[in-house]
């Protein structure tokens, strides 16, 4: 049995999530408040017919909120079948989420506050994690899959990776300071990581974007 998690290794602060009505019917999604620096300050849970661009908001909180003027960026879609709201994600003061309008994409992190990605697979008895040790991290509604939202690290020649098995009491660990090709990983733990070498093919999808082809 083949099981893959994927976690952002960071705690978020939701500061204040408000549920705006509008037709029944309707999905329940979550939108980001985003301010003209492009910083997610809250989100609410809302409607495209309030919150959309075409909605009767124009994409803007009104003028009688606290974010007045603030744009409305759709971060988490409503669920396809139930319509129910399915989270959202937003930063903390000291590492804030951000929102790039040009490549309409959210991001997370920094140099000063890095935001890894761990991946990971439970096949048979056998515990697989990969750890992407970035610094920073994009996201967006078209990237929420399954009930979870899929962060894609952003990859430089500097970014290392953890990779990690655990089979009973057995365990085994290896690290890298930047990217490798998948030869370069074979040679690395040949003969010398029974598990992990056994489980290499499963950690190239679970190095998804670091390895290098």
Sequence with gaps: ???IS?????????VNVSAIS??????????AVVDSSGVVTNVIVCQASVCGSSGSWNGTMPSDSPWAGQKLVLQVP????????????????ENPVKYDAQ???????SASTPVPVRNSETVDNTTLVATIHSDVVTFGPDKFVNGQMQFTPLVTSNTGATIFATDGLTKEMATFETPKTRAQLQA??????IIIQKYLHRYYALLDGWIID
Excluded: C, D, R, W
């Design 1 to 3: 049995m083949k099981k």
């Design 6 to 14: 994927k976690v952002l290794l960071i705690a978020f602060a939701l």
């Design 22 to 31: 509008a037709n029944a019917g309707e999905g329940e999604a979550t939108y």
């Design 78 to 93: 409503a669920h396809p079948e139930t319509g129910k709201n399915q989270g959202s994600v937003i930063g903390t003061p």
């Design 103 to 109: 490549a309409q994409v959210f991001t997370q992190g």
């Design 188 to 193: 690395a733990i040949a003969n010398k990581l």
